[in-house]
């Protein structure tokens, strides 16, 4: 069982910067792939970036590309998201999640199988 708690969320202007963390038990930790999605309201969540149990592997949406930075610290079972730029549409609660069965890049999320329980994210114009 591997518990994720976001923090980190808050109200900030277009333009500005936030940096979301995601902090995860388990010993094995080092070994998951991670990721971040976000749900607007009204909308499905969705997909923002993945990134490998190595470290050395990410991926983005197309919406967040160039703006938005996967992170993580293994000695502190921490995954981050350093989100700059921000846009009024970037608003949404966002969630980190965890794939623990060794898949290198997931995307999909029906291939993570631990979710945080969201932070919210708000962006004004």
């Known amino acids: 069982q591997v518990q994720l708690v976001e923090s980190g969320g808050g109200l900030v202007q277009a333009g500005g910067s936030l940096r979301l963390s995601c902090v995860g038990s388990?010993?094995?930790?080092?070994?998951?792939?991670m990721g971040w999605f976000r749900q607007a309201p009204g909308k499905e969540r969705e997909f923002v970036g993945t990134l490998s149990w190595s470290g050395d592997q990410t991926y983005y949406a197309d919406s967040v590309k160039g703006r938005f930075t996967i992170s993580r610290d293994n000695a502190k079972n921490t995954l981050y998201l350093q989100m700059n730029s921000l846009k009024p549409e970037d608003t949404a609660v966002y969630y980190c999640a965890v794939n623990s069965k060794g898949r290198s890049l997931p995307v999909r999320q029906y291939e993570f199988d631990y979710w945080g329980q969201g932070t919210q994210v708000t962006v004004s114009s």
């Open positions: 388990g010993r094995a930790w080092r070994r998951y792939s």
